[in-house]
T-cell receptor, first 114, second 116 residues
Framework: ETGVTQTPRHLVMGMTNKKSLKCEQHLGHNAMYWYKQSAKKPLELMFVYNFKEQTENNSVPSRFSPECPNSSHLFLHLHTLQPEDSALYLC?????????????FGPGTRLTVL | AQKITQTQPGMFVQEKEAVTLDCTYDTSDQSYGLFWYKQPSSGEMIFLIYQGSYDEQNATEGRYSLNFQKARKSANLVISASQLGDSAMYFCAMREGPNRDDKIIFGKGTRLHILP
């Protein structure tokens, strides 16, 4: 596979469930990102990992827990979510976390919290 | 204040016509980068074009060009000879200078509809 892949593409979960979103990039990039896209709101950056180190946590609630075991993989662990967390979660990667580097996005996971 | 402003929530354009999507930005940095992304209904964000603040020429990528007017803090996307497949959401984004946090700030987007 090429580019940035995300699994699952769709996820429905209850508020007491624990689930994980997975992102994998095949571009040889060193930086990876999680974004949240809610209806009628701008895309919101959640987390940034640069060379496996978290460099940004944009005031995200602790019920979202990221994990970056290596430069190619990024996870978002979810637990005790709220209905307002329902959104499209997008993963992206870039060559490095430098300001000139464009980000390449995955197809997203459409999350519904019941 | 919003960092990225896209004033057109939706646009309808006839196929084969040129389209201009507006974007204005707000920054006090001298060094910054501007991006345009396309998001079809499938959800994937597709990178289209990049303009650096120090680039003297407007960026072009195939049918896409960026009309960069630095003094006006404007970075409009121009799509020439529009096609039905251009129907999508379009997002303007900015990453501020190298001393800032590593964030890309996105606008709220413009939904473009190409009519046959």
């Amino acid at each position: 596979e090429t580019g940035v892949t995300q699994t699952p593409r769709h996820l429905v979960m209850g508020m007491t469930n624990k689930k994980s979103l997975k992102c994998e990039q095949h571009l040889g990039h060193n930086a990876m990102y999680w974004y949240k896209q809610s209806a009628k709101k701008p895309l919101e950056l959640m987390f940034v990992y640069n060379f496996k180190e978290q460099t940004e946590n944009n005031s995200v609630p602790s019920r979202f827990s990221p994990e970056c075991p290596n430069s190619s993989h990024l996870f978002l662990h979810l637990h005790t979510l709220q209905p307002e967390d329902s959104a499209l979660y997008l993963c992206a990667s870039s060559q490095s976390a430098g300001w000139r580097n464009e980000q390449f996005f995955g197809p997203g996971t459409r999350l519904t919290v019941l | 204040a919003q960092k990225i402003t896209q004033t057109q929530p939706g646009m309808f354009v006839q196929e084969k016509e040129a389209v201009t999507l507006d974007c204005t930005y707000d920054t006090s940095d001298q060094s910054y980068g501007l991006f345009w992304y396309k998001q079809p209904s499938s959800g994937e964000m597709i990178f289209l074009i990049y303009q650096g603040s120090y680039d003297e020429q407007n960026a072009t990528e195939g049918r896409y060009s960026l009309n960069f007017q630095k003094a006006r803090k404007s970075a409009n996307l121009v799509i020439s000879a529009s096609q039905l497949g251009d129907s999508a959401m379009y997002f303007c984004a900015m990453r501020e200078g190298p001393n800032r946090d590593d964030k890309i700030i996105f606008g709220k987007g413009t939904r473009l509809h190409i009519l046959p």
